[in-house]
């Protein structure tokens, strides 16, 4: 995997999340620019793939690029898509959505 593969996948995480690079070094405590530096040929270090995987509740391989497969949607950006999409529908999709909300996490299983 080349620094610019890396670079691109966090670009397109933010781009999903609808989040900019800048915010998203901010809210990580990276150094400014760092993100945009990979793109240059400098190697992210292991605890700067760890931090962006965690943030987007993927894990470090899909990061790197050494899988295609996403895992989870805990994290706050995560969430974010999960209250959009909650919001996008109507009444009757809202209701359906929090009863399966309810459903999953119940103590009856």
């Known amino acids: 995997m080349q620094t610019i593969d890396i670079y691109n996948r966090v670009s397109g995480l933010c781009a999903e999340a609808e989040i900019s690079i800048d915010k998203l070094e901010r ?21 700067e793939i760890v931090a962006i995987a965690q ?9 790197v690029g050494l899988t295609d ?19 996008s529908l109507n009444d009757r ?3 359906f959505m929090v009863k399966l909300i309810e459903t999953g996490f119940s103590d009856k299983q």
């Not at 943030?55 to 990061?63: G, L």
């Open 93 to 95: 999709g809202k209701g």
């Open 69 to 87: 497969v996403r895992e989870g949607v805990g994290s706050i950006y995560g969430f974010k898509k999960l209250a959009d999409k909650y919001f």
């Open 27 to 47: 809210s990580l405590c990276l150094h400014e620019g760092s993100v945009e530096q990979w793109a240059n040929g400098r190697m992210p270090t292991a605890e």
């Open 55 to 63: 943030a987007f509740n993927t894990s470090c391989d899909y990061v």
